[in-house]
């Protein structure tokens, strides 16, 4: 199963990590400090799901996904937060986001909703090509 992700978040030991955890499951992963550069890397590159935080310093994940399903629509987001910012997780389901995992995250629960995220893209795929 080969799935296209990326990663946005600030937190640079957070991000090292898990690009660390899911390279060794030979999965693809970039990574994008910002929302910013979480735009630029997807106007060069599709992506199967975007891991995105809420809280980032400029544009804050729910901005950033915003645009991400204007311009990816495809692209399933699965939200990172806080506790104290739960709420913005569910926010995020609500501009369309696939899911929300709690900071810190678990690494199995995160790569369960990663592949579940990737199944329902590809499903929304199918039926867009015998749509059109």
């Given at each position: 199963m080969d799935i296209n992700i990326l990663l946005v978040d600030d937190e640079n030991d957070?991000?090292?990590?898990?690009?660390?955890?899911?390279?060794?499951?030979k999965m693809a992963i970039?990574?994008?400090?910002?929302?910013?550069?979480?735009?630029?890397?997807?106007?060069?590159?599709?992506?199967?799901?975007?891991?995105?935080?809420?809280r980032m310093p400029g544009m804050d994940g729910l901005e950033t996904l915003k645009l991400i399903r204007e311009r990816a629509p495809l692209t399933e987001v699965i939200m990172l937060t806080g506790h104290a910012s739960l709420e913005a997780g569910m926010q995020g389901m609500n501009l369309g986001a696939y899911d929300y995992?709690?900071?810190?995250?678990?690494?199995?629960?995160?790569?369960?909703?990663?592949?579940?995220?990737?199944?329902?893209?590809?499903?929304?795929?199918?039926?867009?090509?015998?749509?059109?």
């Amino acid at each position: 199963m080969d799935i296209n992700i990326l990663l946005v978040d600030d937190e640079n030991d957070f991000v090292e990590t898990m690009v660390k955890r899911f390279g060794i499951r030979k999965m693809a992963i970039d990574s994008a400090k910002s929302g910013q550069e979480a735009l630029a890397a997807l106007a060069t590159k599709d992506y199967d799901v975007i891991i995105l935080d809420v809280r980032m310093p400029g544009m804050d994940g729910l901005e950033t996904l915003k645009l991400i399903r204007e311009r990816a629509p495809l692209t399933e987001v699965i939200m990172l937060t806080g506790h104290a910012s739960l709420e913005a997780g569910m926010q995020g389901m609500n501009l369309g986001a696939y899911d929300y995992v709690l900071k810190p995250a678990d690494f199995d629960d995160l790569l369960d909703k990663v592949r579940k995220a990737f199944e329902r893209k590809e499903l929304n795929a199918k039926a867009r090509k015998q749509g059109a």
